[in-house]
C-alpha cells in the first residue's frame, strides 16, 4: 500500500514559487510620489516642531463650513542680530488676524500683523492632475516684499512642479517612482537677481515602517533623513546635514509620540541643543502648548507656553 504523498494529487504550488510570485514587480502601475520639496516631510515632522518663546494665544471661530477668521497673540522677545557670541533679545508682542476660506478645491490663507505685513497663501486645483499653489508677503520695508507661484503636476507614477518667483527666479523638479517603494528626482533652478543656479538630486526610500532620504545639491547641500515607525503612535527620526562649502555639519536626532490626549515631540543635535514640543488637549477646542529648547554653547534657553482655542 502506498503513501498518502503518492495517492494524493500534486495540486500545492511550493513555497519558492509562492514567493516568487510575490515579488513580481507590476512596472507600468507604480505609486505616484510626494512632491520632490516634501521628501523629509516625516523626519521634519518630529525635527522641526513650531518651537517659540514667550507667551502665544491662539483663537480661531468658525463662521460656517468652510469660512473661519483667527486671532494670534504673542508676547515674547526677539532675537537681534549680533557680531558677539551672546545673544541679544528684546521684548516685543504683536497681534495678528487672519482669515480662512477652506474648500475640496479651493484653500485661501490670509494673515495681517500689526506692523503692516501681510501674508497670503493660494492652493486651488485647476484640474484632476494639475493644481496651483502661491504664497506672498507683504511689507512696508524697500526689497523685502516676496511672492512664489508653484504649478504641480500629478501623474500616474510621477510628479513635476514649476516655480516662478520675483526676482527673476525659475525653478522645475521632476520625482518618479521606479518601484513601489523607491523614487528618484532632481531640481534645477535659476536666481536671476543674484546670477546664481543649482541643480540637485534626490532619493526616497519609504515603507509601511520607515522612510529613507538622501539629498545632494550643487549649492554645498547634503542631507539624509531616516524614520523608523516603531508603532502606530510612536516614530523615531534621525537626520544628518553637511555643507561641503562651509564645512558645517549637524546630526540630530528626535522622537514623535502620541498618546490619548496630548503629542510630545523632541529632538537633540550634535551642537548640543535640546528641544522639545507639547501639545496637550485639555478639552473639546481647546489645546495646551509647552515649548522648551536649550542651547548650552551658546547659553541661550528659550520656553514658551501657550493656549489654541478653536472650534
Known amino acids: 500500500m502506498g ?4 495517492i494524493l494529487p500534486q495540486t500545492t504550488t511550493p513555497p519558492k514559487e509562492i514567493e516568487k510570485k510575490e515579488e513580481k514587480i507590476d512596472y507600468m502601475d507604480l505609486p505616484c510620489p510626494i512632491p520632490y520639496e516634501e521628501i523629509h516631510r516625516e523626519a521634519l515632522m518630529s525635527l522641526k516642531p513650531d518651537l ?18 483667527s486671532h494670534s497673540v ?20 504683536h497681534y495678528e488676524f487672519g482669515a480662512n476660506f477652506l474648500d475640496p478645491k479651493l484653500m485661501l490663507v490670509g494673515r495681517v500683523m500689526m506692523d503692516g505685513r501681510m501674508n497670503a497663501r493660494l492652493k486651488c486645483d485647476l484640474t484632476e492632475n494639475l493644481a496651483l499653489k502661491a504664497n506672498a508677503q507683504l511689507t512696508q520695508e524697500p526689497h523685502m516684499s516676496h511672492g512664489m507661484v508653484n504649478f504641480d503636476y500629478k501623474g500616474k507614477d510621477s510628479r513635476s512642479q514649476l516655480q516662478l518667483g520675483n526676482g527673476a527666479l525659475v525653478g522645475a523638479s521632476y520625482i518618479q517612482s521606479v518601484t513601489p517603494h523607491l523614487s528618484l528626482g532632481s531640481e534645477v533652478f535659476w536666481a536671476g537677481q543674484h546670477r546664481k543656479s543649482g541643480i540637485g538630486f534626490a532619493a526616497r526610500y519609504n ?6 532620504t538622501g539629498q545632494v545639491a550643487s549649492t554645498g547641500m547634503v542631507a539624509l533623513s531616516y524614520v523608523q515607525k516603531v508603532s502606530e503612535k510612536v516614530s523615531l527620526a534621525s537626520d544628518f546635514m553637511y555643507n561641503y562649502m562651509s564645512r558645517d555639519v549637524t546630526a540630530s536626532f528626535g522622537y514623535d509620540c502620541i498618546f490619548r490626549q496630548c503629542r ?3 529632538k537633540i543635535d550634535s551642537n ?35 493656549l489654541s482655542v478653536g472650534e
Do not use: W
Not at 526677539?78 to 521684548?91: D, G
Not at 515603507?207 to 529613507?212: G, H, S
Not at 507639547?278 to 547659553?299: C, P, T, V, Y
Open 74 to 93: 504673542f508676547m515674547g522677545p526677539m532675537e537681534v542680530p549680533s557680531q558677539s557670541a551672546e545673544t541679544i533679545k528684546i521684548p516685543t508682542s
Open 52 to 69: 517659540f518663546e514667550g507667551l502665544r494665544f491662539d483663537f480661531i471661530k468658525g463662521i460656517n463650513q468652510r469660512f473661519s477668521l
Open 207 to 212: 515603507t509601511d515602517k520607515m522612510v529613507a
Open 272 to 306: 548640543g541643543c535640546v528641544a522639545s514640543f507639547l501639545e496637550e488637549r485639555l478639552n473639546m477646542g481647546l489645546n495646551f502648548i509647552l515649548s522648551a529648547e536649550i542651547d548650552h554653547q551658546k547659553k541661550d534657553y528659550k520656553f514658551g507656553f501657550g
Open 3 to 6: 503513501s498518502y504523498a503518492e
Open 264 to 266: 510630545l515631540r523632541g
